[in-house]
């Protein structure tokens, strides 16, 4: 019984083997970037305790964002002080325009990228870094950022 059983079981495995061979290739790429922007190394970096709220800009570069749809921001960056920021923006009629906005240990210091819809201009663009902390524990803060890219597809 089982001689006869054997050459079923062994057409059966030919069959499912070459049946999961077919091509069922799912489309895995994703959108390419262009590098438009980089600065390698530390940008800035602010020391304070919990009483002192310091911020500073620093101006990036002139970039032209229009025809592109979206940016992407790579960065090291790293803060122990909760309510701390790091704004990139530009100026339009007196008015600085905030196009990405981190704010807090998660968004700063947990992350090394995002991803956002980008301004269809050419401007100056600047950085604001912000050390604030809410707690007064007598501790020194920091707040750190460099190795910064910005691409655009």
Known sequence: MIKKIIPYCFILILVVSFSS???NSV?????SYDLKFERDGLLDSIVGDCSTVLTRVIPLDSIDFRGVSKLKMQYNAHTDADISFLRFFYINADTA?????LEGTDAISNMNSVEVDVPQTKQYFYLRMALRSSVCTGDIFHI??????IYTR
């Open 21 to 23: 061979c077919k091509d």
């Open 27 to 31: 489309d895995t790429t994703t959108p």
């Open 97 to 101: 325009v905030n196009f990405v906005s």
């Open 144 to 149: 750190k950022l460099r190795d910064l890219k």
